[in-house]
């Protein structure tokens, strides 16, 4: 009887989640009038993709892209050395450093968006892709730093210590020996650094005006105030949220591994 | 001494046929026993072999594949564990750490609606029979491990079960604490006559405290019987060897007509059956069943003294006698190398291939 | 000499991101305070005078936020509990649930506009099952206090996963033999519930609400894809202010509250659970 409750909330739950999705997906691939009169929509059509695309959503696509990868690129650059010294090295003032680096996440990034927006108006980065990049590594930094370092301390020291023992250099190890063992790690702090810049919207839409990412692409209309006639037609919403969410798909999906470890076993009974 | 113990009913437990599987292990495999009303019994036997899943499937914490679990001739197998009036005392204590160790005693009570003069009255009480109410205002994490260990068993004696389950709970306490610990749960339980289930791997606790063990082994019951039968009348080679202190000793014998032939030694046996002769055998001997002197009814066999283990208060001898090395528990050392042990044969185990006891007399 | 940069080594390496962060981060948020108080009168100021507005942005954001967080963290212990539970495709659940953890607002806001405009998901539905003949409308300015609810709705689904992840993760970590000698001892669901998990996981309660929280108040997207202007929040405030109004002053003064509010009550938060710890 208890198997059976449990069962139903298993599937009550799935549904929950999975029902806006799949719909909404369904719902971008379909002919938008068959869409209005049907349920489950029978016409199914690539053409708003299409559409969308040369409307500009494709720009502001490859934008988010673009913004992405180097918020991964800069926030490596930066983070790393810091998440290695963080993990490994033993030094004075370590925890209070964790600390303040976590405290610079606790900063709303509400806050930050409007000052960066009037400096790099100044300085000419407003609107450009290197002024969000900026922006999106100041959030993603923290992370990568926490998440990098918990990695590096991960490293069992005796692997390293038998690189020594038999004669490798210390860029040797690192290369052959961390590097190798770090490497999921760092892939899934490089996604989850992308994520974090591909979901961001609101210093996104503050710091931009012509060249938007995704979100603010979709938020600009309303930003801007144009009232019922700006509004993105419904296909147009459908397509983009199919779009956005599918970087959460494959992240989720690399992810899980991670999080079972980081749940300790499955649960007993 | 404080509890009135007439408002307890003794109850019995009775086991028939529970299995119970994981995946592809069967942990417990076709299990049935009985325990009496007051009765202290001892699931012993090494980590793997189902005693605490069939513990908890007692307590209710599980639900076994098939087969009943009895209370006094009801069926509770599937009534859930918070309906079961048992107390039980967990390996780890399971004492709450956000709360003083008088409402963790307490707590259990108010849940079964008790008024707060009797709680009081209770959680005294029980406090004072383990020797903690002077730390009844304490937190968890104050206390030690062998005083925690004393709240979990407040805990459940205050309850007033029907029925104590207790799950290795001496297990992380020091040497020196858990002779004394042991000797306190027998008097205690002496007193209260609560029926008791008991789980352990160490067979001088189930030897102590037993009125019965249950001898268990992946999953089955090898033997169940008093410490004494337990000890002295090993039903299986399994049980003769996780029993006894230093373990016992075997050897290989062959079954002649009216002996047994272990190379070294010849033991004259009185009524052979006949479909045994010429079949293989274990002999058992305990170290403390051979001695170095001689003795009323031993055989002597000569050997090479190997090791002289020194316990303290008396020697573990091991002595080679051509392949085979006997363990022999000694209070002196012998002078030379050359020894001679004398064989107790009235102590001698005799096992089949299959290994199970054989009931012979020697001659 | 080596000795020496072994030394230094680890304060050299995390220079770089203190730098960064202090110039991003820090230096803007000085700046936004300097901002929030330049002015005549002061931008701070200028937020009261238009009283009206004023008092409806503070509304619409305590109404979102209580309404909210609360309902995520209930939702999330009971999930917590209910995974616990062994059962086969329990793993593929476990993914769906916390899948939104990855989605962005403006994603969450979409998908919920699918179930609700007036030709989504939930009107076909009635409409085709027959139980009513005309659409329900939930977006639009007389359909204000209906948009709440589909916001509401849109994050508990969104970011429940969040406070689910840290929770799940505490609960995990609580010897299962707690709620073991619960049972035993004739402790019913809520009385576990009560005395036993919900008292265990103060730690990650406290951790959840502050993330939460801190997160709560920077919501704009479902506001203003599902609400338009007729819904406002104090970060809404922020991008309109910027964005539509050119007045960074003000801007930053919203924002300088939002981060007000937010630290005022992450300081709540823990103190609320220091009082509660008893070990």
New interface residues.
């Given amino acids: 009887m208890r198997?059976v409750l449990?069962?139903l909330?298993?599937f009550l739950?799935?549904l929950?989640?999975?029902?806006?999705?799949i719909?909404?997906v369904l719902?971008s691939f379909a002919d938008i009038l068959d869409?209005?009169q049907?349920?489950i929509p029978q016409k199914y059509t690539l053409k708003y993709y299409e559409e969308y695309w040369r409307l500009g959503v494709g720009d502001a696509l490859v934008r988010s892209i673009e913004i992405g990868v180097l918020t991964v690129l800069l926030s490596f650059l930066?983070?790393i050395?810091?998440g290695?010294?963080?993990g490994r090295?033993k030094?004075r003032g370590?925890n209070s450093?964790q600390l303040?680096?976590l405290f610079?996440r606790?900063?709303?990034?509400?806050?930050?968006?409007?000052?960066?927006?009037?400096?790099f108006l100044k300085i000419g980065l407003y609107d450009t892709i290197f002024g969000v990049t900026?922006?999106h590594?100041?959030i993603a930094?923290?992370f990568v730093?926490l998440i990098t370092s918990s990695i590096f301390a991960s490293v069992p020291r005796d692997l390293e210590e038998a690189g020594t023992v038999f004669g490798l250099s210390s860029l040797q190890i690192f290369t052959k020996i961390t590097l190798p063992l770090v490497a999921p790690g760092l892939a899934a702090a490089g996604m989850f650094a992308f994520?974090i810049s591909?979901?961001?919207?609101?210093a996104s839409?503050?710091l931009t005006y012509l060249n938007r990412t995704l979100?603010a692409a979709?938020?600009a209309p309303?930003?801007?105030?144009m009232?019922a006639a700006g509004q993105l037609p419904?296909p147009y919403?459908?397509a983009?949220?199919t779009i956005?969410?599918i970087?959460?798909?494959l992240?989720?999906?690399y992810i899980?591994k991670y999080?079972?470890a980081?749940?300790?076993s499955?649960?007993?009974? | 001494m404080g509890f009135c113990r007439g408002e307890i009913d003794m109850v019995s437990v009775e086991l028939q046929n529970i299995v119970k599987k994981y995946r592809n292990v069967t942990a417990v495999d076709n299990v049935s026993f009985k325990v009496d009303h007051g009765e202290f019994f001892v699931l012993l036997g090494p980590s793997g072999c189902g005693k605490t899943t069939t513990l908890r499937i007692i307590a209710g914490l599980e639900t076994p594949d098939s087969g009943r679990v009895l209370f006094d001739g009801r069926d509770v197998t599937n009534v859930p564990a918070k309906n079961r009036n048992i107390g039980m005392v967990f390996q780890s204590y399971a004492v709450w750490p956000h709360m003083k160790v008088y409402d963790n005693i307490a707590l259990p009570l108010q849940i079964k609606k008790l008024s707060r003069e009797e709680i009081e009255k209770r959680v005294k009480a029980a406090a004072q029979m383990v020797n903690i109410a002077h730390l009844l205002d304490r937190y968890p994490f104050q206390l030690s491990g062998g005083e925690k260990q004393r709240v979990a068993v407040a805990r459940a004696l205050a309850f007033e079960p029907n029925i104590l389950l207790m799950d290795e709970p001496l297990s992380n306490l020091d040497a020196l604490l858990r002779v004394q610990a042991r000797a306190e749960l027998v008097k205690l339980q002496k007193e209260l006559k609560i029926t008791t289930i008991y789980v352990t791997h160490d067979q001088t606790e189930a030897m102590v405290l037993a009125d019965r063990v249950a001898v268990m082994n992946k999953g089955r019951i090898m033997q169940i019987g008093t410490p004494d039968e337990i000890y002295n009348r090993p039903v299986n080679k399994f049980v003769a060897h996780f029993i006894g202190t230093p373990p016992i000793n075997f050897f290989a014998g062959t079954v002649e007509e009216g002996c047994i032939n272990a190379g070294f030694l010849v033991i004259p046996f009185k009524n052979i059956p006949p479909g045994l002769v010429g079949k293989k055998v274990t002999i058992g001997i305990r170290p403390n069943d051979i001695s170095i002197s001689p003795i009323e009814q031993g055989i002597p066999v000569k050997g090479k003294l190997v090791v002289a283990e020194n316990l303290g208060s008396e020697f573990i001898l091991h002595v080679a006698i051509g392949d085979v090395v006997l363990r022999v528990l000694s209070k002196n050392k012998p002078a030379k190398e050359e020894v001679t042990l004398y064989v107790d044969k009235t102590k001698l185990h005799i096992f089949s291939e299959e290994e199970t006891r054989i009931n012979i007399l020697p001659a | 000499m080596e000795q020496k940069i072994r030394i230094f080594l680890p304060y050299f390496l995390i220079l770089p991101t203190l730098i960064y962060e202090v110039f991003i981060s820090a230096y803007p948020i000085a700046y936004a305070i300097g901002m929030a108080f330049s002015g005549n009168p002061p931008a701070l100021v200028q937020l009261f005078q238009d009283f009206e507005r004023f008092k409806e942005v503070i509304f619409y954001t305590i109404l979102t936020i209580v309404t909210v967080i609360p309902l995520q963290l209930i939702i999330a212990i009971f999930a917590s509990i209910f995974f616990l539970n062994r059962f086969r495709g329990r793993e593929l659940v476990l993914y769906f649930f916390i899948l939104p953890v990855a989605i962005s607002e403006v994603a969450g806001a979409l998908f919920w506009y699918t179930m609700f405009s007036s030709s989504g998901l939930l009107n076909k539905l009635l409409i085709w099952l027959g139980v009513i003949p005309n659409p329900i409308y939930f977006f639009g300015y007389e359909f204000r206090d209906r948009t709440l609810l589909v916001i509401v709705l849109e994050e508990v689904w969104r970011a429940t996963a969040i406070v689910f992840t840290i929770i799940y993760a505490g609960i995990q970590m609580i010897n299962r033999e707690y709620f073991e000698a619960a049972d035993v001892f004739g402790f019913n669901f809520w009385q576990k519930l009560r005395y036993i998990t919900v008292p265990l996981l103060k730690p990650s309660i406290q951790t959840a609400l502050i993330i939460r929280t801190l997160f709560a108040f920077q919501i704009v997207g479902p506001i203003l894809i599902l609400g338009g202007e007729y819904i406002r929040v104090m970060a809404t405030e922020v991008v309109y202010w910027y964005s539509q109004r050119m007045d960074p002053y003000i801007a930053s003064a919203w924002a300088v509250l939002v981060g007000v509010v937010t630290f005022v009550l992450s300081i709540l938060y823990l103190r609320m659970f220091r009082a509660g710890e008893g070990a």
């Fill in positions: 198997k449990v069962y909330i298993a739950i799935s929950w989640i999975l029902t806006p999705i719909y909404t719902a869409y209005y049907h349920l930066i983070g050395p810091a290695y010294a963080i090295l030094f370590r450093i303040t680096i610079f606790v900063l709303p990034i509400v806050v930050m968006a409007v000052p960066l927006a009037v400096v900026l922006a590594t100041a930094l923290p730093v994520l591909w979901n961001e919207v609101v839409t503050i979100p979709v938020l309303y930003v801007m105030g009232g419904d919403r459908f983009a949220a956005m969410i970087p959460a798909f992240f989720m999906a899980r999080l079972t980081m749940w300790g499955a649960g007993v009974r």
